[in-house]
């Protein structure tokens, strides 16, 4: 079958005021016209989403967050829903991000009733699994890839990957520089698609699967052009319009 439409998806993480997002904001707005060949998206901070949101109401780029609770509602003082997301005009979310697993304990299964919750708002999740640097060293990423989707498809169903964007980000190559090899890349990207083939072949055929970590304009088309990676998840480079734009274009 034919590639997967391409998602470059930015992951603005802690980053942002009122006046900078506006700035990327609105030059992202420019710029889409000259983006053919992938969608776009931008998840900013909890507080700047109202603002991105209105700024890019009828453009063609999406807006996400970067985490929900588990919950629609209810006494968990400072947390965010998936329907406040929803209502707030994010199409996506970010979960089980790294940086949510490693500073803030998301377990797998929490990861899973994440993915779970923002299915249930009318969310596309955007799951993010990854291995460790020590993880790799001792050949235990597919086991780690494969015990965080099975997850999720424990507790959500094969079906469920049909409405979702699976992000592949190793640990060792966020935020350090360090992009994994488009071959390393591909070979995880693929041992994940085979893996949903076994389930469903259809829904594994039609998944995105992104790539994140140290993702750049430089890097993007390589990364871009193997077979099995469908976009990119970016962190820092998705703060600098150009920058991110390129990562678009190289697609
Ligand atoms: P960097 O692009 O800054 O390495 O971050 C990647 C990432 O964590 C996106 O979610």
């Known amino acids: 079958m034919s590639k997967r439409r391409t998602l470059v998806a930015g992951n603005w993480k802690m980053n942002g005021n009122r006046a900078d997002s506006t700035a990327l904001v609105n030059g992202l707005k420019q710029g889409i016209a000259s983006v053919n060949n992938a969608d776009l998206a931008v998840c900013p901070p909890f507080i700047l989403i109202p603002l991105a949101a209105e700024l890019l109401k009828g453009s063609a780029i999406a807006v996400g967050g970067q985490n929900l ?7 968990f003082t400072g947390e965010i829903s998936g329907p406040m997301l929803k209502d707030a ?17 998301e377990s797998d299964d929490v990861v899973a009733q994440k993915f779970k919750a923002a299915q249930d708002a009318g969310l596309i999740p955007i799951l993010c699994v990854g291995e460790l640097l020590e993880e790799r060293e001792a050949n235990k990423t597919e086991a780690v890839v494969a015990r965080q989707l099975d997850a999720v498809l424990k507790l959500a169903g094969i079906g469920a990957l049909a409405n979702a964007v699976i992000a592949y980000e190793p640990v060792w190559a966020i935020g350090t520089g360090k992009t994994a090899t488009p071959e390393q890349a591909q070979a ?6 085979e893996k949903l083939v ?37 962190g820092g480079a998705s703060l600098q319009v150009e920058e991110f734009l390129n990562i678009g274009r190289a697609a």
Do not use: T, W
Request: with cysteine; hydrophobic share 40%; glycine share 14%.
């Open 188 to 193: 995880v990207h693929k041992f994940i698609r």
């Open 69 to 75: 609770n588990v919950n629609k509602s209810g006494a």
């Open 198 to 234: 076994k389930a469903d072949k259809a829904v594994a055929e039609g998944v995105r699967i992104l790539y994140g970590g140290s993702m750049k304009a430089s890097n993007a088309k390589e990364l871009l052009a193997q077979p099995d990676i469908d976009g990119g998840l970016i």
């Open 89 to 105: 005009g994010c199409r996506y979310v970010i979960v089980g991000h790294s940086e949510r697993r490693a500073l803030y304990g």
